[in-house]
């Protein structure tokens, strides 16, 4: 591991009193761990604070091309000291943003999905930008690791805040993998011929390529801030009320004497945010019906209320059932699971 970025009066006082050694390493790490739980905390979802969101995106791109700029030519003049805080202070500024959108993706999140592997991505960096001496021996040592850092939060806090005003989930994130690697365009000046030009060139090529890799992962991505509020199985839906709810479990002769079931779900958004969305029924994990509902509209607390019935259940009709709740693009929102006992 390495010792913290200030090696100055800190360091030499730790050296003179073996006690504040653990402090020295660990102290930053412990307190800016602590800040970021209360900034958890405090925001929650963090979906009213789209502002602090855009805020922070732009000081820390800011602070990352002045980086990339003026490093060389800092350390050249022993301005190591000057080089650190602001690498410090990317990192700070890395580890708030992932504590703001971390609830809404945990949220959004389909636990037994597929999407579960980004949401461990977003708490993985979390993590790591709040554990000094991780990051920085992780992190910091290689330069292509900073900017693939770089890129990932910018992507992840972005995606999050574009869905806040109201783009769908899958524009958002495209969008946001193509401005997070055109982001990169400052650092990548310095791995060519130092011109402009090139450097753009090559941060355009890698943007499409980025969002390409959306395309084909989207499945992964989870479709914040959109979020399953509520989801029953029930014998009929009648004025957007679930009738008979079933409770988790169902006899397969009451499915039958109901002539089938229906899927009541309501997916929360924000104002403004308008969205297609599906049900996709499975039976022991084959699909076997996609139906098309009504697209969300966002700004219900409780969530916009939907439901879909189906009266062709394959028999036998005992099994496990589950409803995927899904975007048009292909995005997991939410699952309902059921079981029609024999």
């Known amino acids: 591991?390495?010792?913290?970025?200030?090696?100055?009066?800190?360091?030499?006082?730790?050296?003179?009193?073996?006690?504040?050694?653990?402090?020295?390493?660990?102290?930053?790490?412990?307190?800016?761990?602590?800040?970021?739980?209360?900034?958890?905390?405090?925001?929650?979802?963090?979906?009213?604070?789209?502002?602090?969101?855009?805020?922070?995106?732009?000081?820390?791109?800011?602070?990352?091309?002045?980086?990339?700029?003026?490093?060389?030519?800092?350390?050249?003049?022993?301005?190591?000291?000057?080089?650190?805080?602001?690498?410090?202070?990317?990192q700070t500024l890395f580890h708030n943003l992932l504590l703001f959108v971390l609830p809404a993706y945990y949220a959004s999140a389909t636990l037994t999905s597929r999407n579960v592997v980004f949401l461990a991505g977003v708490a993985a960096a979390a993590l790591l930008t709040a554990i000094d001496p991780w990051y920085r021996q992780l992190v910091h040592p290689r330069p292509w690791r900073q900017r693939a850092f770089?890129?990932?939060?910018?992507?992840?806090?972005?995606?999050?805040?574009?869905?806040?005003?109201?783009?769908?989930?899958?524009?958002?994130?495209?969008?946001?993998?193509?401005?997070?690697?055109?982001?990169?365009?400052?650092?990548?000046?310095?791995?060519?011929d130092g011109r402009w030009w090139g450097a753009v060139a090559r941060a355009g090529a890698l943007a499409a390529a980025a969002a390409a890799l959306i395309w084909f992962a989207r499945a992964f991505v989870p479709p914040a801030p959109l979020f399953l509020a509520?989801?029953?199985?029930?014998?009929?839906?009648?004025?957007?009320?679930?009738?008979?709810?079933?409770?988790?479990?169902?006899p397969a002769a009451t499915v039958a004497d109901w002539g089938g079931l229906a899927a009541y779900t309501a997916v929360a958004a924000p104002s403004g945010l308008s969205q297609s969305i599906e049900h996709v029924w499975s039976k022991d994990g084959v699909p076997f019906a996609r139906i098309p509902l009504a697209p969300v509209r966002g700004g219900r607390a409780e969530g916009f209320r939907t439901f879909s019935t189906t009266r062709n259940l394959p028999p036998p009709l005992a099994g496990r059932y589950t409803v995927d709740v899904v975007t048009t693009a292909g995005q997991l929102i939410g699952r309902l699971r059921f079981t029609v006992t024999p």
């Open 230 to 250: 509520r989801a029953v199985a029930a014998r009929a839906v009648v004025e957007l009320t679930p009738i008979d709810v079933v409770p988790g479990t169902v």
């Open 1 to 90: 591991m390495t010792e913290p970025w200030f090696p100055g009066w800190w360091s030499r006082l730790a050296t003179g009193l073996p006690g504040l050694r653990p402090l020295s390493r660990w102290g930053v790490s412990v307190g800016s761990l602590a800040l970021g739980l209360l900034t958890l905390f405090v925001f929650r979802r963090g979906l009213p604070h789209v502002g602090w969101i855009v805020g922070y995106l732009l000081l820390v791109w800011l602070l990352f091309a002045i980086l990339a700029e003026w490093r060389a030519a800092l350390e050249e003049r022993g301005q190591r000291l000057v080089v650190s805080a602001a690498e410090y202070a990317i």
């Open 150 to 192: 770089f890129g990932w939060s910018i992507f992840v806090a972005l995606d999050a805040a574009l869905g806040l005003v109201g783009m769908r989930p899958f524009r958002a994130a495209e969008i946001s993998a193509a401005l997070a690697a055109l982001a990169l365009a400052p650092a990548l000046r310095h791995t060519g």
